[in-house]
């Protein structure tokens, strides 16, 4: 009889326990609450207006994202840029992986395309950019 009484307590004391207690919902909302800031933060969401190119950690052009153009860049082979309709993409290269020309199209500031077998990169940027440091 001592061991029912006792197995009815623990059964009580665990059922009875709430899944969740003040604490944890404080903590879960500040997890929920820094997740979403950061998700905004980092989230690129200003339109760009140019297209800057960089080939070996040297800046090679500034194009504007506002006229329609076909670039062609030797570096290495061959390297066809389009800029059209406010994005730029890589179309043609000549590197073994194909991983930047299946790149989507980028056109908010910082988005960037990065060809690394060239050494290639192309980072969307507006009018209050300041200049980046790249390293590689």
Do not use: W
């Not at 909302?29 to 820094?34: E, L, N, R, T, Y």
């Not at 020309?101 to 690394?116: D, M, Y």
Request: net charge positive.
């Amino acid at each position: 009889m001592a061991m029912n009484e006792l197995d009815k307590k623990l059964k009580n004391k665990y059922l009875s326990k709430k899944a969740f207690n003040f604490k944890d919902i404080i903590f879960l909302s500040i997890v929920i609450v820094v997740s979403i800031i950061l998700f905004i933060n980092f989230i690129p969401s200003v339109d760009g207006q140019y297209l800057e190119i960089y080939a070996e950690n040297t800046l090679i052009g500034k194009y504007s994202l506002n006229k329609d153009q076909i670039l062609t860049i030797n570096i290495k082979g061959p390297l066809i840029i389009v800029i059209e309709n406010h994005t730029a993409r890589i179309t043609v290269n000549d590197c073994p992986n194909q991983i930047c020309v299946s790149t989507p199209a980028i056109s908010k500031t910082g988005e960037s395309i990065l060809c690394a077998p060239k050494k290639v990169l192309l980072l969307i940027v507006d009018e209050n950019s300041s200049n980046l440091f790249i390293s590689g």
